[in-house]
C-alpha cells in the first residue's frame, strides 16, 4: 500500500494525491491551491471492492499537504452517494455543507486547524 503526492502544475498550484494498490491507482484526487486561501478538491474512487480504509487514506493525506495545513476553506466535489468519503473530509473540517449536484456531492468547509505538536 502506497500514497503519493505529485506536483501536476507548478504555475496554478495543482496537485494530485493517488492511493496505489497493487501498483495501480484506485483512488485519485486532484488539488488546486487559490489566491484566497482556499482549496479546490475534486475526488476518484475506483469502482468495484476497494480494501478497507482506501478512502480514508487518500483523504488523510490529502489534508497532510503542507499547502493544504496553511488554508483555511474547502471546495470539495465526491461522488454522490459516498459515505465514508464524506465521513473523512468531515474528521478534517468544521462547519461543513454540502449539496447534491447530478452525481456528485459538493462541500463547503472550513479546515480545521492541525494540533500543535507536543514539545514545541
Known sequence: MSTSISTIDAITLQRAVYVVRSGKPVATA???????????????????????????????????VPEVQSRHRIRATIPLGDPSLLDAIRAHCRDLDTRGAGASCLIDATIRPMPPLAGI
Open 30 to 64: 486532484t488539488l488546486v491551491l487559490d489566491d484566497a486561501d482556499g482549496i479546490d478538491l475534486s475526488c476518484h474512487i475506483d469502482a468495484g471492492h476497494l480494501p478497507v480504509g482506501v478512502r480514508e487514506e487518500l483523504i488523510d493525506a490529502i489534508f497532510a
